[in-house]
């Protein structure tokens, strides 16, 4: 697997890569836990193409840029794949040049990284948890010991950087000058020795370890709060956590009873479904399926392709006119799947921020067509 | 999150769940579509980084869709005091009961401090929301 990693890691664009070797590690040991294979096929499939990354990461409330600016520094010290075992990997870009002046810049992203190395704890400490566990523990035990090597190193880290920052002019977190970090690093060059995750105070806060601590951990959370937000739709205008965790609530509610009513349906509609042409046809024309809403016209038209693989399909065709007629869901599973649906045809028809490319089941539209459904549903 | 809404990622999610759904083409009852749920969850969700998905996978012997229904949110309303954004706020006795609530309905997430319970349900929400969209455009693709 290191060739492939180190080659991962060189091509293209490393900032994304540096994670998927992530990735690689942690798919590497489930794989050894649960021996399927198919997983890595899969994921080699789509290593070259995976622009999502970490998903904590990417979603930080960071620029694009600036994450991958961050993954772009993360890269020199993954590229072994250490990210793994050592959680202290992430902090080697800090470390790595021990004359501040010279690194300025590294300042800055030192500063986000006192978000993001503590996001960063979170995916390490259940990272660890495949290779410890036999698979029946909670990965919570596991996962302590990780994040309590990292917090005293942050504790003090706080305390190395009390010291920077009450001699300095208090400059806003994340937000200082590359000038006034020259100025502090003159005076404190011991603090680069160990990798440390600065957090600068804020003007008129106190500066005490545990402060910060507690700040940089409300930080942390206020940002994952504001990720959900902008993930759950109609949060956005609400002010307030228990309101904006009421509608997250609400919405994890809702979306898995739709699971549980879309997959409840689709299974009774297709028993026993052949589905070597089934997929093939998916791919095909379920795009335009949903965005065109044809009849069956062009099911038959593409059986073609299909009918040389299974002969049963244009019988099963049959099979789902009959059953679809004959098999109803009862009473308000029916009526709310119905809505679903006719939301769903209702925005598909007028939803135009589908991203360019076919996906392979017109997700595209149904991507941007499914928060305003749910949107509709919940103001109904 | 991005990683959910890449098409990439649907394929390989359509194929895991084809196959589940090969494999576990025997029976019709309704513990079986149940079960083919949590298969295809399990095959959404094999992708491993995430707490939850890992809760389905190496969980208990029934890997189930938890469904909460009855976790009801005490709403006070008439009493509800003008809530502040989390500033230098500590966390309130509503904001941890809703979070509680949260941490039950995200499979794995029962005894994680906040900020990973937030971060699990970003991702399980972003994961749902994306099957949801397949099932809704395979129900088309039939329906039609």
């Given at each position: 697997?290191?060739?492939?990693?180190?080659?991962?890691?060189?091509?293209?664009?490393?900032?994304?890569?540096?994670?998927?070797?992530?990735?690689?590690?942690?798919?590497?040991?489930?794989e050894?836990l649960?021996?399927?294979?198919?997983?890595h096929?899969?994921?080699?499939?789509?290593?070259?193409?995976?622009?999502?990354?970490?998903?904590?990461?990417?979603l930080?409330?960071?620029?694009p840029?600036?994450?991958?600016?961050l993954l772009?520094?993360?890269?020199?010290s993954?590229?072994?794949?250490?990210?793994?075992g050592?959680?202290?990997?992430?902090?080697?870009?800090?470390?790595?040049?021990?004359?501040?002046?010279?690194?300025?810049?590294l300042?800055e992203?030192?500063?986000?990284?006192?978000?993001?190395?503590?996001?960063?704890?979170?995916?390490?400490?259940s990272s660890?948890?495949?290779?410890?566990?036999?698979?029946d523990?909670?990965?919570?035990?596991?996962?302590?010991?990780?994040?309590?090597d990292?917090?005293?190193?942050?504790?003090?880290k706080?305390?190395?950087?009390?010291?920077?920052?009450?001699a300095?002019t208090?400059?806003?977190?994340?937000k200082?000058?590359?000038?006034d970090?020259?100025?502090?690093?003159?005076a404190?060059?011991?603090?680069?020795?160990l990798?440390?995750?600065?957090?600068?105070?804020?003007?008129g806060q106190?500066?005490?370890?545990?402060?910060?601590?507690?700040?940089?951990?409300?930080?942390?959370?206020?940002?994952?709060?504001?990720?959900?937000q902008?993930?759950v739709p109609?949060?956005?205008k609400?002010?307030?956590?228990?309101?904006?965790?009421?509608?997250?609530i609400?919405?994890?509610?809702?979306?898995?009873?739709?699971?549980?009513?879309l997959?409840?349906?689709?299974?009774?509609?297709?028993?026993?479904i052949d589905?070597?042409?089934?997929?093939?046809?998916?791919?095909?024309?379920?795009?335009?399926?949903?965005?065109?809403?044809?009849?069956?016209?062009?099911?038959?038209?593409s059986?073609?392709?299909?009918?040389?693989?299974?002969?049963?399909?244009?019988?099963?065709q049959?099979?789902?006119?009959?059953?679809?007629?004959?098999?109803e869901?009862?009473?308000?599973?029916?009526d709310?799947?119905q809505q679903?649906?006719h939301?769903?045809?209702?925005?598909?028809?007028?939803?135009?921020?589908?991203?360019p490319?076919?996906?392979?089941?017109?997700?595209?539209?149904?991507?941007?067509?499914?928060?305003?459904?749910t949107?509709?549903?919940?103001e109904? | 999150?991005?990683?959910?809404?890449?098409?990439k990622?649907?394929?390989?999610?359509?194929?895991?769940?084809?196959?589940?759904?090969?494999?576990?083409?025997?029976?019709?009852?309704?513990?079986?579509?149940?079960?083919?749920?949590?298969?295809?969850?399990?095959?959404?969700?094999?992708?491993?980084?995430?707490?939850w998905?890992?809760?389905?996978?190496?969980?208990?012997c029934?890997?189930?869709?938890?469904?909460?229904?009855?976790?009801?949110?005490?709403?006070?309303?008439?009493?509800?005091?003008?809530?502040?954004?989390?500033?230098?706020?500590?966390?309130?006795?509503?904001?941890?009961?809703?979070?509680?609530?949260?941490?039950?309905?995200?499979?794995?997430?029962?005894?994680?401090?906040?900020?990973?319970?937030?971060?699990?349900?970003a991702d399980?929400?972003?994961?749902?929301?994306?099957?949801?969209g397949?099932?809704l455009?395979?129900?088309?693709?039939?329906?039609?």
């Amino acid at each position: 697997m290191e060739p492939a990693r180190c080659s991962g890691a060189g091509s293209g664009n490393s900032g994304t890569y540096a994670t998927e070797i992530t990735e690689t590690l942690r798919l590497e040991e489930i794989e050894s836990l649960m021996d399927v294979n198919v997983i890595h096929q899969g994921f080699e499939g789509s290593s070259p193409e995976n622009a999502g990354g970490s998903s904590f990461t990417a979603l930080l409330g960071l620029h694009p840029s600036q994450a991958v600016e961050l993954l772009h520094e993360l890269d020199p010290s993954s590229s072994g794949g250490f990210r793994l075992g050592d959680p202290k990997a992430i902090h080697f870009p800090l470390s790595c040049s021990p004359t501040f002046p010279s690194n300025a810049a590294l300042i800055e992203r030192a500063t986000r990284f006192s978000v993001f190395a503590a996001a960063e704890e979170s995916p390490e400490g259940s990272s660890a948890f495949p290779s410890n566990s036999d698979g029946d523990h909670s990965p919570n035990p596991k996962s302590d010991p990780p994040d309590s090597d990292l917090k005293p190193q942050r504790l003090a880290k706080r305390k190395e950087t009390d010291k920077s920052s009450k001699a300095k002019t208090p400059s806003k977190k994340g937000k200082s000058t590359a000038g006034d970090d020259g100025e502090g690093s003159p005076a404190n060059p011991d603090d680069d020795k160990l990798p440390y995750v600065h957090v600068r105070a804020r003007r008129g806060q106190a500066t005490d370890s545990h402060s910060l601590a507690e700040r940089a951990r409300r930080e942390k959370i206020n940002a994952r709060m504001k990720l959900l937000q902008e993930l759950v739709p109609g949060c956005s205008k609400i002010s307030g956590t228990a309101l904006v965790l009421d509608e997250i609530i609400n919405h994890v509610q809702l979306l898995q009873r739709q699971v549980e009513i879309l997959s409840m349906r689709l299974a009774a509609v297709n028993p026993r479904i052949d589905f070597t042409g089934l997929d093939n046809l998916l791919s095909a024309e379920c795009g335009r399926v949903t965005a065109s809403g044809h009849g069956p016209g062009w099911v038959d038209g593409s059986c073609n392709g299909v009918i040389r693989r299974s002969h049963h399909y244009d019988n099963q065709q049959q099979i789902w006119h009959v059953d679809l007629q004959q098999q109803e869901t009862a009473g308000w599973e029916r009526d709310e799947t119905q809505q679903l649906l006719h939301h769903h045809v209702f925005i598909s028809g007028s939803s135009s921020g589908s991203p360019p490319g076919t996906s392979l089941f017109g997700y595209d539209s149904a991507a941007s067509a499914l928060p305003l459904s749910t949107q509709l549903k919940s103001e109904m | 999150m991005s990683k959910w809404q890449s098409s990439k990622q649907q394929w390989i999610y359509g194929r895991r769940l084809i196959e589940a759904l090969r494999a576990a083409r025997s029976g019709r009852t309704g513990p079986c579509v149940i079960k083919k749920a949590a298969d295809s969850a399990l095959a959404l969700s094999v992708r491993g980084q995430s707490r939850w998905s890992r809760a389905i996978l190496f969980g208990p012997c029934k890997p189930k869709v938890k469904l909460k229904a009855c976790s009801r949110i005490p709403r006070h309303r008439p009493f509800l005091s003008p809530g502040k954004l989390a500033g230098a706020q500590m966390k309130g006795r509503k904001v941890r009961g809703r979070l509680r609530v949260l941490s039950r309905l995200v499979p794995g997430c029962k005894k994680l401090p906040a900020a990973s319970v937030l971060s699990e349900t970003a991702d399980y929400v972003a994961a749902l929301q994306m099957r949801v969209g397949l099932a809704l455009s395979q129900h088309y693709a039939r329906a039609c």
